[in-house]
């Protein structure tokens, strides 16, 4: 059931060669890029390596189609912004508590006369999911009285049988019936936490992380243990070691890839120590792949729970990011903890609405999902892309960026010190909201951090919004 | 806002001396029943009351209305079975652990195969809410994509403005921004549990009580005081009293009205002496008025929140048992607590599925819910007395029976000592599902006891079901 990471593709190289020729100046935006005939006959590939190379840059948002006319530049080099540091968190677990500033930024991040840089949800105008939406109205039209029940608690069979069909082209050979639906990746990891742990109990993650995850702790009453985190190799295996070896740790629970808010992906060797430390002290591994079909690079990564079925591994989920936020569909699954995840998901739930279950289902079933997802790859792609300049543009030199290799998310680093409290005061004052550093972490670090969401179209207003927080960042600074 | 006890009314005497007529056998299920002019004239009441007196006769099942024909006998006299000893539970607090069990149960429950005796889940057939389905199929194709987003996380506006609206009926002044929409009324008790306590601490509640409502507890490792209750009155308000004097009763988690499986109703005087108590002591109160609005007396009981606007009271409530099971809509409404519901929201599901609740404010909004709980209320009425009817004929005669004011579930005793497991294994074999009694017990009470579901349709088929369950259990009180 495993997949071997890929080998080296010879359009990778052509297009990491092509990458290199629009970093260099070689190839400016807006230009017409050479023709595939070109291409193929240039750097003596075959034609359907260029065309596979041209796929892999327009996923980037690197090339952009145009009807009857070819390839373009659609944007130029990257930034080149040093990444964030490392994070060095305390290496003792800290007692959760973000609840109340948590509720605060949600509020100024659902109100839509804020410049949404704040949430971390894709727009509605993005996903664009009104095939869903009919296979809703037809379900409701044609099933609603058959359906006006409790379903299965594991949820509705179809769509069961459709994330295990899914599961299993990425190696992941879980059976429908050790899948249990969800409302969102939030019941998941909370799920996740009550088939695994007690109060009291630690649970070692990523730093900086996800703040809904920290009030998934803070509400079992578990204390994080928060491991350094590297920008783009993910977390530090080492202290990690360190941590499960005084047996105290209960769980431990990591982004499978894309971690929010870094972007950061570790590569499959790193994931399988992982898998292969903690199954040696027997600590579950809860792993969080809700961004793990975002990704820009040329294929999806794996989750954990694909590199070793046979591990204690509970794996997570939802349908939030990529097509339905509005659906609230999330799914955990596990090889081997199925009674206690049931047993949790009756005491959270009981059971999921019917009809929503139904129709992504047959959203899924007939197809288009995949090239659903390869149009919001290249859409984020674009977007984080933009978002770059913009900072960099407009920030101060100082601060270092993320380049996330997926997601839809930058994490910004400005200088120790920098007080990002204040950002978001004089941010807030002017209807711009954002995420301000410390809501990621257990232990008040990154008062000097901010996270900006990159979900939204891009816009002249979104423009201006980050131009006007990098203004802002300025004075403050220079104050 | 608080509705004062209504007095006695003229068409309560008469509808009570018509049921006296047909407990006495001078009116046979059948018969025609006197006209409205005649009713009125004989008894020297007006036209309007001797209305409103069928009327209550009609919600209540024993007369029913045959179009251009007029009333007829539709049910004769109660069976006068003693019913249920009040409860006796021990007096210290008990950690809780029935998941197991129950896990089985459900599953047995869920299965078509099975004669549906087991869960307390409307058949969709009765609830026939195919209006409900025609506003999800036209929010699904109008507002998919802009409802295509997370909600707010206190749940769609015009939702919780309907519900707002109706507690307004019953004198709950609760303003929208103090109440949320959660995934079902186990949501809602999971958020007020997590609320208002911290694990390992002692909620108070009835007994017997629902085992979702015990897996709540066990899953947030809170311990269950259970409470003596009787089977029509509810509580023992002393028990309780010097419960929460010992100080270590964290929370009180009690049914508003017709409590799972008694049925039973707690009057208003013993409600407010409750709330006073638990004032006192400082102890929130958590109600569950999920069964509230299917009763058969005259008028809704009012929830304990409608009699004490400014206690420290947590709201339970959803729409699963009237109208729609395949929704998972349910609510939890405070006027203090606002801020630790929120969060506790947060953290077990993040917000819930937009179109949903859109689909159910328009038709909550557009009328017709009313007369369908009219509806509904005489059918479950109609169904707990032929289920009644039926037990009475096949169980042993020492069997005690409930007698509910509400709801749609028949609590039976049997003699002390009879092994209710042993009938739960037989009635398997035979493909008769029903729940046993020891799932209502954090202390492994009720052995003797088991509960049986009306809430599908009465049919010939479930009929012979009651009755072998009936054979089966003069089978093994015999042996």
Chains 1, 2 share one sequence.
């Not at 006959?41 to 796929?55: D, G, H, K």
């Not at 070819?70 to 290496?91: K, V």
């Not at 936020?325 to 047993?343: C, D, N, Q, T, V």
Request: hydrophobic share 40%; with cysteine; proline share 7%.
């Amino acid at each position: 059931m495993h997949n071997d990471p890929a080998p080296p593709h010879r359009y990778e190289a052509l297009a990491a060669k092509l990458t290199g020729m629009v970093d260099a100046g070689i190839l400016k935006v807006g230009m017409k890029a050479p023709s595939l005939r070109a291409v193929s006959e240039q750097n003596r590939v075959s034609l359907s390596t260029a065309i596979q190379a041209y796929r892999v840059l327009e996923d980037r948002g690197i090339l952009e189609a145009k009807p009857k006319s070819g390839f373009y530049i659609a944007r130029g080099a990257e930034p080149t912004r040093e990444g964030p540091s490392s994070s060095s968190p305390p290496s003792r677990p800290s007692p959760v508590a973000v609840s109340t500033g948590v509720a605060e930024i949600l509020e100024h991040a659902a109100n839509p006369d804020y410049a949404p840089l704040g949430c971390a949800i894709p727009s509605a105008r993005i996903l664009d999911a009104q095939a869903l939406d009919r296979h809703l109205a037809r379900c409701a039209r044609t099933l609603g009285r058959e359906y006006n029940i409790y379903t299965d608690p594991r949820g509705d069979i179809d769509l069961r049988q459709q994330i295990s069909e899914r599961g299993l082209r990425l190696g992941q050979g879980l059976a429908p019936d050790t899948i249990v639906v969800t409302c969102g990746c939030t019941e998941a990891l909370a799920v996740a936490l009550t088939a695994t742990t007690r109060p009291g109990d630690t649970v070692a993650i990523e730093s900086p992380t996800y703040f809904g995850l920290l009030q998934v702790l803070e509400a079992r009453g578990l204390k994080a243990l928060e491991l350094p985190t590297h920008p783009t190799k993910g977390i530090d295996l080492e202290r990690l070691r360190k941590a499960v070896e005084t047996g105290r740790v209960a769980a431990c629970l990591l982004s499978s890839s894309f971690n929010n808010p870094l972007g950061c992906l570790m590569s499959e060797e790193s994931k399988l120590a992982i898998i292969d430390l903690l199954s040696r002290h027997n600590v579950p591994l809860i792993e969080d792949d809700i961004y793990g079909d975002i990704y820009f690079g040329p294929s999806r990564p794996l989750p954990f729970a694909a590199l070793a079925p046979d591990a204690d591994i509970l794996t997570c989920s939802s349908f939030s990011k990529t097509v339905a936020p509005g659906y609230r569909i999330g799914w955990i699954s596990s090889s081997g903890r199925f009674k206690a995840i049931l047993e949790a998901k009756f005491a959270s739930s009981l059971c999921g609405p019917a009809l929503p279950q139904k129709a992504m289902a047959d959203f899924l079933r007939t197809g288009g999902y995949d090239k659903h997802l390869r149009r919001i790859r290249r859409h984020f792609a674009d977007n984080i892309s933009r978002m770059s300049q913009a900072i960099d543009r407009s920030f101060p030199a100082a601060t270092r960026l993320s380049s996330p290799q997926g997601g839809f998310v930058l994490w910004l680093e400005l200088p120790e010190g920098f007080d990002c409290a204040e950002l978001y005061r004089r941010a807030i004052a002017e209807r711009i909201c954002f995420a301000p550093g410390w809501l990621f972490s257990a232990s008040a670090q990154y008062a000097n951090c901010l996270r900006l969401s990159c979900g939204h179209e891009w816009s002249p207003a979104l423009e201006r919004s980050v131009e006007r927080l990098g203004a802002l960042a300025h004075e403050l600074l220079e104050a």
